[in-house]
């Protein structure tokens, strides 16, 4: 699919077809969806550039993502996708620079490129020229990519407050393993979909540095690009910050459920100490020798049963007031 935005014109973002003879007038920004191989065609014929194949994109080479061919720029990103719907993907997007032309080309819905066509819809002046449309496409792009950082710092503070800040009462004293194990599902997921952002971002810079030293000095994007690098930067070192932190929830909880396998496992011992001395006496008596003098007394079966009920309380008393317990 082929979307123009042509700001002397309608304004508006229009869908044409490779059929058409032509590129309409004044169009700035070219937005290519999954093209055919006519609709790459078409493009070729109508703004003198070379459509970058999907393979090419995919590339992880410097040279084969950031390069100049003609006059134009050739820039591709990697844009992280889905981290609010908690389905985190990245996908490799072009940038094609022309002194007339902004060329994109995607293979995935972007929310960022509909906000900004929406933007400039309303605002035709965004687009005024190709380079001018580029930056503030960029700028909607790292808009949404903080707003997604934000989102998963918002599920950090939510695992964190679940893991040490419960409300502390007689009926939940402890976390349970299940509970602890939804906290490492959702530690992972979160992991994941920040890598992805961060990726993203590491990705966006080396695009804009390489944007800053080959853009055209008449179209004076310096002070837009270097507004983009502080936020790449500060963006970066908050997915840095959010990392560790992870890391370290990561690691609580693993703590937290070895506490809890531990306390399982302290009860079974604890259990077996205080059932030891009853079982000791029931076996003394067990054995029931003539000359054992408790045989002929009367009160000697509650004797016994009162003996082994207070073997195994004291015990249990003891480790009470040792704090074992």
Not at 92 to 109: C, G, K, N, Q, W
Not at 276 to 293: D, K, R
Request: some cysteine; overall charge negative.
């Amino acid at each position: 699919m082929l979307r123009v935005f042509s700001p002397a014109g309608t304004g508006l973002l229009t869908e044409i077809s490779a059929a058409d003879a032509v590129l309409p007038a004044s169009t700035v920004w070219i937005d290519m969806i999954s093209p055919t191989r006519d609709e790459e065609l078409f493009v070729e014929r109508a703004t003198g550039i070379e459509v970058p194949t999907r393979e090419e994109m995919d590339e992880i080479e410097s040279t084969s993502r950031l390069y100049t061919d003609q006059g134009a720029i050739y820039m591709t990103a990697t844009l992280a996708t889905g981290i609010m719907k908690e389905n985190a993907e990245t996908h490799a997007v072009s940038f094609i620079l022309t002194p007339t032309h902004l060329v994109t080309l995607r293979y995935v819905e972007v929310l960022s490129f509909e906000r900004f066509a929406s933007q400039s819809e309303r605002a035709p002046a965004l687009c005024e020229s190709s380079a001018m449309a580029l930056v503030h496409l960029l700028d909607a792009i790292v808009d949404r990519l903080a707003d997604s950082i934000e989102h998963l710092g918002k599920d950090v503070d939510a695992i964190s407050r679940q893991a040490f800040r419960r409300v502390r009462t007689k009926e939940q004293q402890r976390i349970s393993n299940l509970a602890l194990q939804s906290l490492l599902v959702r530690l992972g997921s979160t992991q994941d979909a920040l890598s992805k952002a961060r990726e993203s971002a590491v990705s966006l810079s080396r695009a804009i540095g390489y944007l800053a030293f080959t853009a055209p000095k008449d179209a004076n994007l310096g002070p837009h690009i270097k507004s983009l690098t502080r936020d790449l930067a500060s963006l970066t070192d908050h997915a840095s910050y959010m990392a560790s932190t992870i890391t370290f929830l990561l690691d609580a909880a693993l703590g937290l459920i070895s506490i809890e396998q531990n306390a399982v496992l302290k009860i079974f011992s604890v259990s077996a100490i205080v059932f030891m001395p009853p079982t000791l006496i029931a076996g003394v008596y067990g054995m029931n020798f003539v000359h054992m003098p408790e045989l002929q007394w009367q009160l000697g079966y509650p004797w016994a049963l009162v003996l082994m009920l207070l073997s195994a309380v004291l015990p249990y008393l003891f480790f009470r007031w040792r704090g074992w317990l």
